[in-house]
């Protein structure tokens, strides 16, 4: 069974550019979260959708933005990007909403602004 | 609030010789605690959870954590290191609150293992 996937892989951007990435859950699975990871440091929590409706937002500013479509995929938006959005960004899902359910990992977008 | 405080930025160990990586926790409720492992240029592979169950929490690749809630601790351990043990492994604890936040994870800063031949 395919894990979580994530696309693209790699992405380089200029500062005050837009980007968006995608998601795709594990086959059943309804909750999707995105996570940010700066080189050196623990995932931090940016959203949570489950149901297609928001249900966590972690603290980011609102150039962040995300949506989770039927299927259950997710994209994540970030506007005007800065030098400090370089990170790995991770997505999860589970298959309900993530009380207590362990969350399983994509490998990430590496984002990298110039 | 909840939180998880990795003592050691970086443990060495030599192959086969035991692993331990410390953790503690903070948390106003029944916690529900995690190893994650990730190799570099990839995601976080879920290790083992605690979810009040048991104390003594089996995972994958023989390792294993103990929760003590006396001491608000979470180690996880493995007898014998193997090479392949390499890589950054996090703590983590999932938030405890009712509404929209319920579940999302808290990570440590992560420790990096090295297993020396």
């Known amino acids: 069974d395919a894990g979580v996937t994530q696309s693209p892989t790699h992405l380089i951007k200029t500062r005050g550019q837009q980007v968006t990435l995608r998601c795709s859950p594990i086959?059943?699975?309804?909750?999707v979260s995105w996570y940010q990871q700066v080189l050196g440091q623990g995932p931090q929590f940016i959203f949570q959708?489950?149901?297609?409706?928001?249900?966590g937002r972690g603290n980011f500013p609102d150039r962040f933005s995300a949506r989770q479509f039927p299927n259950y995929s997710s994209e994540l938006n970030v506007n005007a990007l800065l030098l400090g959005d370089s990170a790995l960004y991770l997505c999860?899902?589970?298959?309900?909403?993530?009380?207590?359910?362990?969350?399983?990992f994509g490998d990430g977008t590496r984002l990298s602004i110039l | 609030a909840q939180s998880v405080t990795q003592l050691d930025s970086h443990v060495s160990v030599s192959e086969g010789t035991p692993v331990l990586l410390r953790c503690n926790y903070s948390?106003?409720?029944?916690?529900?605690l995690f190893w994650y492992v990730q190799h570099p240029n990839k995601g976080l592979q879920l290790l083992l959870k605690?979810?009040?169950?048991?104390?003594l929490v089996k995972g994958i690749n023989g390792f294993e954590a103990e929760f003590k809630k006396s001491e608000t601790s979470f180690h996880l351990t493995k007898p014998s290191a193997h090479m392949s043990d390499a890589a950054e492994y996090f703590c983590?604890?999932?938030?405890?609150?009712?509404?929209?936040?319920?579940?999302?994870?808290?990570f440590g800063k992560g420790t990096k293992l090295s297993v020396k031949p």
């Open positions: 605690y979810t009040s169950a048991a104390t």
């Open positions: 959708y489950y149901e297609k409706e928001e249900r």
């Open positions: 948390s106003s409720y029944s916690p529900s």
């Open positions: 999860a899902s589970s298959l309900g909403q993530p009380s207590n359910q362990p969350q399983h």
């Open positions: 086959s059943g699975h309804k909750s």
């Open positions: 983590v604890v999932s938030v405890s609150s009712y509404g929209g936040s319920q579940g999302n994870l808290i």
